[in-house]
């Protein structure tokens, strides 16, 4: 299981998981963590769709265009969490995108993945990734 330290809420819920990790040792001890990767994904991602609206069983809106995105997977509505500033691109000083509360939006698949002027419109497939078995 991999884990990463995340900075805490008054909660003692992540809301941002620090890459590189050792950008957490500026933090003071109590605001830091150590969880499950999967796990503290999750909760950044519930509390990105709660500021949508979105709950279980109630229907928020894209944090973008304003269309209806709901929390679970599959449906035709359904959201997804985009990070502002991907990941593994450098922004200011060697700052980079990060999986955080600040740094995420629930949005439509259309303002994300399909539409014309989505955030990945310009992402192509890359069959050289694929490893023959």
């Given at each position: ?49 709660a500021?949508?609206g ?80």
């Open positions: 299981m991999k884990t990463v330290l995340a900075e805490v809420d008054e909660r003692g819920d992540p809301i941002r998981i620090f890459k590189p990790q050792r950008k957490a040792y500026q933090f003071p001890v109590e605001s830091v963590n150590e969880f499950p990767k999967a796990f503290a994904v999750g909760m950044i991602r519930s509390k990105v769709f500021r949508a979105c709950t279980p069983h109630i229907d928020g809106e894209c944090e973008w265009c304003g269309a209806s995105i709901c929390w679970e997977k599959g449906r035709w509505n359904s959201g997804e969490m985009h990070e502002v500033v991907a990941r593994g691109k450098m922004v200011f000083q060697g700052e980079q995108g990060e999986v955080s509360v600040s740094n995420s939006v629930a949005i439509c698949r259309n303002c994300h993945t399909s539409g014309p002027n989505a955030a990945h419109a310009n992402r192509r497939w890359h069959s050289a990734k694929i490893k023959e078995t």
